[in-house]
């Protein structure tokens, strides 16, 4: 038996593009063995980017997320597809069955409603990051060609581009008017981040997670296949979500003129009860800073200019600043809030989509977030979340359950209200939230390491007669 | 998986189209499977619509099913007639000249209030019924809401002890305490009726319906049976109401707490009930009953299955939000019935298809022809919702009635199927379960067209209750005395930390070990707050080592150490997990999480 070669990860698993456009290519593989074709093609033409410092240079990065049916047609034996239905059931099973169940995903929501680019004919995600929408349509014209080229493939694209900052402010903002991009996972991984990050195996196969238990150790396979396969490979999920900018604005307009009635000595004190309300829904106030907690969480601490990247809630520990409900301290994985030892890492590359609009909103246009993640375990991890945490209050943070986040929840079957905690008076329970998010689709997907994707598309031999028994 | 058939119209046009190709019986058979299934009777009757809404049928039934013999003349190779358009269905509910009940006569004696001919010779034993149910109901405002309240609630306790539930379960338990309550059936009487009813509903359906596809010769025969059951015990209660007014007879069980005070039919009946005897008003309790059970249960289901229709999302979140609003409290049907509810029962009606024969020729249907009226195919080409509901049950119920027919039954099933479908709609996270092979709704299972058979749902059972119950239990290895010492010691020494770490983690409720069975077993209970998995892999972090020790002595361990096999000792204890006894799980404080529990006393 030999020791698992080395290998590197997708480098967008380690850090974000550098580069503001995204297009997510969603493909449909039409005939038997036509995915392999496919990925052969994209040799050259579209090479998956595997050294991290790159993602600050070059024009174009790309990376590859296989889904379990595409995986199925590549095909892999019988002892892999064994593997992960033990481990990663959930990418086995496939978000569309997992949705209504573990995230949330029901009413309009649910998996019945999605765009039909996340159909359970899904085989691969390409996507692609560059500078400009153009150097994107340039390069999926290449990819389709190959397409044109004898691949009947059946391709669905996802737009996605940084839309900039409001008027007056820096960075990249979000729709819903908040600045994105100030929360990093940095891993512990020799291929490019830094010592003291969070444990590789938070978030790629095969190494040792927080705790030290490492459930992708399959070095002691005999089967060479599942030795190398998952090797610094990780899951990945690329969730659609449509933001109903107009709804949520007027959202704020309306708990901003309860929080005047409620509180008429604030509408003196503060320039905006709007930035008020959206800073104590969200957790940090819309240029990304934190609450002040001397301040009673009225005012912002700090710069905007440089906002931290983790928020700290030692000094407000009976949520008086930062509601215990708001997305951010909700979703803080390790908050010393929750209840359970276990950390809920989760990895982002998300973009927004459609044309940015400030307050007041044009309702017309379509726009969300097109949303990438990455994990170790899909059901640990972004199944927990978004399960436990987002569609109900995590366990330990007081408070009613039923209150969703505010931000991402969907709010369409209900929930408790939010509330805000006011000096000298009792919590303000701000109205109903109107349904302001939906999900359009979320697909589960693997994305291998340099030395998985190798195997599974050139060593055709290793796939058909590899056929060991795996190891408990 | 369960074929069904084409749904297009397209498809069914084909098939009328066919039928030279086919044998009678074939076609016949294929006609049945487009009636049994809810979209391809919608696509059935617009087809037939196109060719004057009358088809005629090879039917297995005889006029004379229950006789020994068939009489002289009798079709052994018969015919029905479907009429699937308004005017046929209009005009069988109300000319008793042309039309007669008399296919409803083999489900029991003559008396049963169905069989009568209203407008023929049965007019005055028809209208003695019709006197005495409205009495029973109406002169003495019986708070249907409460008592609808009463029966979801009992239901809900029983059928909502998991994430998965299936809904025609749940409504059918529902209905059945409602019918049990109102009627003033004991506490007792309930697995009797459970047994029964079924077993009624289905001799109906098949008399009704279905008699004609299938041969299921049993069916009219056991549902006789169960009828007779139910109407003797009817008639021994309403002995012990005449008996015991006005005070409730000895040894009958109440039906339990939260239903509100008000005189059950049976007693009024036994007190009163004008010129019928006894039995006659036993027969008439029984047939209101099963008619009312079943179309509860379907209508229930029915209008859910229509409100998480794909189509229809956003007519899903508005019934949410109304039901939301309504809260508990609400008075459902004015909430909910005309808006959310009747559209649904319009295009599916609980009650598909119903019985006539035929008393003179008419249009080229013979006289003495069994005819199947397809109150769906009525109802869609109403002109509003409210002509469909006039059409499924009556104009103006009451003793008077001026309508197509009377329906003893619609206001009792308009209150607890609203009930019904307001609870689910307040039920967090309510969706479909899915097929785990392709991934689309199982969907809602009916026999021919009107028994709701299964309707698997799921909901988020989490945030109704936020405890939940864990006994793993396992074998202790062999010698079983010496690892049951161990065992103590390890759990008498580790008391302080275990009790440490539980305090700490913040959301165990209470935790304590057990050996059973002379120390052959132990067994680890917890009530503790949210996500099984979550909750054991927490453990397996912070006590990983005090689990190593025990496991030592178990048999059954995962991959020890715990530490390094977090999943395996997930897996391990869930699959050693012994599920309190149907589900039951009481909490006096159910939306109580630990840590707002310990706040309160922190504060105190």
Known sequence: MTAARPSLPQALVLADSHRGAVRHLLGHVQAKGGLRNFLHGLRGLCDITWDAPSLGRGECHVALGLTYAGLLSLPVPRHVRQVLHRRAPAFCDGAALRAPARLGDTGINAPRHWSEAFGPTLHFILTLHADSPNDLDRQTEAVKALRDRGNPVRLHELKGSWIGAPPGQQGQWVHFGYRDGLSHVRLDHPAGSRPGGVAAGEVLLGHPREHGDNPWLLARQRSRLLRELFLDGSFGVLRQIEQDTAAFEAYVDTAAQRLRQAWPQAAAQLASLRDLVKAKLCGRWPDGRAFDPRAGGLLPEGSAQHPPEQLQFQDDAAGQACPFAAHVRRLQSGGADLAHARRRVLVRRSRPYGKAAWHPVDGQVERGLLGLFFCASLEDQFEHLLGHWVDAMPLGLPGDRHTKDPLIGHHDDGGAPFEIALPGQAPLPLPHMPRCVRTRGTAYAFYPGQRGLQLLLEEHDLLDRDEEEPLP | ?604
Not at chain 2, 177 to 184: D, P, Y
Not at chain 2, 305 to 333: I, N, P, Y
Not at chain 2, 457 to 484: C, G, S, T
């Open chain 2, 1 to 604: 998986m369960k074929r069904r058939p084409v749904q297009a119209p397209d498809a069914c046009r084909a098939l009328l189209g066919s039928r030279q190709q086919l044998s009678e019986h074939e076609f016949a058979r294929q006609v049945f499977e487009y009636l049994c299934d809810d979209a391809g009777r919608t696509a059935l009757y617009a087809a037939l619509r196109e060719v004057g809404g009358v088809l005629k049928l090879q039917s297995l039934a005889t006029h004379d099913e229950g006789n020994a013999r068939p009489a002289a003349g009798a079709e052994l190779d018969g015919t029905v007639y479907l009429l699937a358009n308004r005017h046929w269905v209009q005009s069988a509910f109300v000319d008793g000249d042309r039309f007669t009940n008399a296919p409803y006569a083999p489900l029991g004696s003559g008396d049963f209030l169905l069989s009568l001919d209203p407008q023929r010779g049965d007019a005055v034993l028809h209208q003695a019924q019709k006197d005495a149910l409205w009495n029973a109901f109406h002169d003495r405002a019986m708070p249907l809401r409460d008592i609808a309240a009463w029966a979801s609630r009992a239901a809900r306790l029983s059928w909502l002890g998991r994430d998965e539930f299936d809904l025609a379960r749940l409504a059918e338990q529902a209905a059945l305490r409602f019918g049990q309550a109102v009627f003033g059936l004991a506490g007792s009487d309930m697995p009797m009726l459970v047994q029964k009813m079924p077993s009624v509903y289905r001799g109906m359906t098949h008399q009704m319906f279905a008699r004609h596809f299938v041969a299921e010769p049993a069916a009219v025969q056991q549902g006789r049976g169960a009828m007779a059951e139910l109407v003797t015990r009817c008639g021994q209660l309403m002995k012990d109401y005449a008996l015991d007014a006005p005070d409730w007879p000895q040894g009958l069980e109440r039906l339990g707490d939260g239903l509100p005070d008000f005189t059950p039919v049976l007693k009024v009946l036994a007190l009163g009930g004008g010129t019928l005897h006894g039995m006659q008003r036993a027969v008439i309790v029984v047939g209101a009953l099963a008619g009312m059970i079943g179309n509860i249960q379907a209508g229930s289901c029915i209008a859910l299955r229509w409100l998480l229709d794909r189509e229809r999302a956003g007519m899903l979140a508005d019934a949410r939000q109304r039901a939301r609003s309504l809260g508990a409290d609400g008075d459902q049907k004015a909430g909910l019935w005309e808006e959310f509810i009747l559209p649904a029962l319009r295009r599916h009606p609980p009650a598909p298809f119903l019985p006539r024969r035929t008393l003179q020729e008419l249009s080229g249907i013979p006289a003495g022809a069994d005819c199947i009226l397809c109150v769906g195919a009525a109802t869609a080409e109403a002109g509003s919702d409210a002509e469909a509901a006039a059409l499924m049950f009556g104009l103006e119920p009451g003793p008077a009635s001026t309508g197509l027919h009377w329906c003893l039954g619609a206001e009792l099933a308009r209150v607890m199927i609203s009930r019904i479908v307001g609870d689910m709609l307040r039920l967090a996270g309510l969706d479909e379960q899915l097929d785990t092979r392709d991934g689309q709704p199982l969907g809602l299972d009916k026999r021919w067209g009107y028994a709701c058979e299964r309707f698997p749902l799921r909901y988020r059972r989490d945030l109704r209750v936020a405890q939940q119950p864990l006994n793993a239990a396992f074998r202790v290895r062999q010698p079983a005395a010496e690892h049951a010492q161990q065992l103590r010691a390890i759990i008498r020494h580790g008391a302080a930390r275990i009790e440490r770490v539980l305090r700490e983690s913040r959301h165990v409720h209470f935790a304590w070990f057990q050996f059973l069975e002379d120390d052959h077993v132990l067994v680890l209970h917890t009530v503790f707050d949210g996500d099984f998995s979550a909750y054991l892999q927490h453990f397996a972090l912070v006590v990983d080592d005090l689990f190593d020790a025990l496991f030592e002595h178990l048999e059954g361990a995962p991959p020890l150490p715990v530490a390094d096999h977090p999943e395996e000792f997930v897996s391990t204890i869930l699959a050693h997990h012994r599920p309190a006894t149907e589900d039951f799980f009481f909490s006096a404080y159910p939306q109580t999480t630990t840590p707002q529990i310990v706040r309160a006393g922190a504060l105190r």
